[in-house]
């Protein structure tokens, strides 16, 4: 049974830093892509951040310089690193893992909070 897992979110002043990770198990079959999605009250789910197998990454542009999202693919680890923390990264933040064969799965979310 697949199990994606996020830890690392917070209360955190607007200006510091938190790092999520998150963490797939439960299959056999490889992962092709992990990432960062967050969710505000009242707005949709939006990416955050996404990495593929091969290194590749993508970022919203409201985090690009801000954020770095990191990948051990050997242990189907994913993390994101995030500085300069405003106000408006607040949300709950969901990691997902795509799977070869198996489709995407969703981790059960975590909270960042940043105060102003």
């Known amino acids: 049974q697949v199990q994606v897992v996020e830890s690392g979110g917070g209360l955190v002043q607007a200006g510091g830093s938190l790092r999520l990770s998150c963490v797939a198990s439960?299959?056999?079959?490889?992962?092709?892509?992990m990432g960062w999605y967050r969710q505000a009250p009242g707005k949709q789910r939006e990416l955050v951040a996404y990495?593929?197998?091969?290194?590749?990454?993508n970022y919203a542009d409201s985090v690009k310089g801000r954020f770095t999202i990191s990948r051990d693919n050997g242990k189907n680890t994913v993390h994101l690193q995030m500085n300069s923390l405003r106000p408006e990264d607040t949300a709950v933040y969901y990691c997902?893992?795509?799977?070869?064969?198996?489709?995407?799965?969703w981790g059960q979310g975590t909270q960042v909070t940043v105060s102003s």
């Open positions: 997902k893992a795509d799977y070869n064969r198996l489709g995407s799965y």
């Open positions: 439960g299959s056999i079959f490889s992962i092709n892509g």
């Open positions: 990495t593929t197998r091969g290194s590749g990454t």
